[in-house]
């Protein structure tokens, strides 16, 4: 079992920042992909960012050049840094942890990651940003 716990939501301006951090604890030697998904009323979740323990990096094209995602391996925590917010970006933010099969291509990472019957989330932060 893996336990995922996220934190640094909150109210922010358009225009500002926010840092998300997901601590892992556990089982955390089975994980090898994590990621940021966001979901808002009535849509589905979606990737916002994901990680591998190599470092690789994939974003979804609405947050290209405003928000990174980073690993603190020492720390078992991924943080998702988000600049120039906009108030689209409001939705609750899902940490989600999974051992994905090997290889996984960098364009499959999305799907073996955000598998609901696959690998753990955490319970969510909100985020608002205001216009």
Excluded at 77 to 95: I, R
């Amino acid at each position: 079992q893996v336990q995922l716990v996220e934190s640094g939501g909150g109210l922010v301006q358009a225009g500002g920042s926010l840092k998300l951090s997901c601590a892992a604890s556990g089982s955390i030697f089975s994980i090898n992909a994590m990621g940021w998904y966001r979901q808002t009323p009535g849509k589905q979740r979606e990737l916002v960012a994901a990680i591998t323990t190599g470092g690789h990096t994939t974003y979804t094209n609405s947050v290209k050049g405003r928000f990174t995602i980073s690993r603190d391996n020492a720390k078992n925590t991924v943080y998702l840094q988000m600049n120039s917010l906009k108030p689209e970006d409001t939705a609750v933010y899902y940490c989600k942890a999974r051992r994905v099969p090997i290889p996984t291509p960098m364009d499959s990472l999305d799907y073996e990651l955000g598998r609901s019957d696959r690998g753990y989330w955490g319970q969510g932060t909100q985020v608002t940003v205001s216009s």
